[in-house]
């Protein structure tokens, strides 16, 4: 009770409150210290996935290519994984693995066995709303898959620009191109032409 009345004197008194305002920036900025900390370990254990999830990626390619073993392709749920971590997917490392060989083995029709995978609700939640604008996920995969049949099926590798994308009828706005690139899905080069990040 006497504690109760004495908390109750010292917001009455401007002195007393005054005295209290450095053990409240401290335990403040104490917070703000362990709010940093947690978030370093969160950046740091997301690069240690990635490079974990990428060298298994490669290990499975290397052992692919040593047994010629035909490629599985990946769940959905990884394929979705491997986008939201600007990885290749297993159709890409297929790709890859088939470059090196002579022009007359490659197979014409491994482009248009490429699989798209459209974005997921909680991949387009993961981008910030300032970003996300008033853009819908609907619309943004029916650009993405454009992007997706211009440069991988149709195996073209030139950057476009936004008028280009345009021309071609393609559903492209800067703000879709924006919530692809914070995804990883696309880069920008320096005139702004955008391709699929690989």
Do not use: W
């Not at 053990?23 to 997301?46: D, F, T, W």
């Not at 690069?47 to 490629?71: C, G, H, P, Y």
């Not at 997921?120 to 709303?129: G, H």
């Amino acid at each position: 009770m006497e504690t109760a009345v004495t908390r109750l004197e010292t917001l009455e008194d401007p002195a007393a409150l005054l005295k209290e305002l450095p053990v409240l920036k401290s335990r403040y900025q104490s917070l703000c210290a362990q709010m940093e900390e947690i978030s370093l370990e969160q950046k740091e254990s997301m690069d240690s996935i990635r490079a974990a999830l990428q060298k298994t990626m490669e290990m499975v390619q290397a052992l692919q290519q040593q047994t010629q073993l035909e490629n599985s392709p990946l769940s959905a749920q990884e394929q979705t994984a491997a986008q939201q971590l600007s990885l290749k997917t297993g159709k890409e490392m297929e790709f890859s693995v088939q470059e090196p060989s002579s022009p007359g083995s490659t197979d014409p029709g491994s482009a248009e066995e490429a699989q798209f995978i459209p974005l997921t609700k909680e991949a387009f939640l993961s981008v910030p709303r300032s970003i996300r604008s008033t853009v819908k996920l609907a619309d943004l995969n029916t650009f993405y898959k454009e992007l997706f049949n211009h440069f991988i099926v149709q195996n073209n590798r030139a950057a476009l620009s936004l008028s280009q994308m345009k021309n071609m009828n393609m559903k492209a706005t800067d703000s879709r191109i924006r919530i692809l690139e914070e995804l990883g899905i696309v880069e920008l080069n320096k005139q702004g032409n955008v391709k699929l990040a690989v």
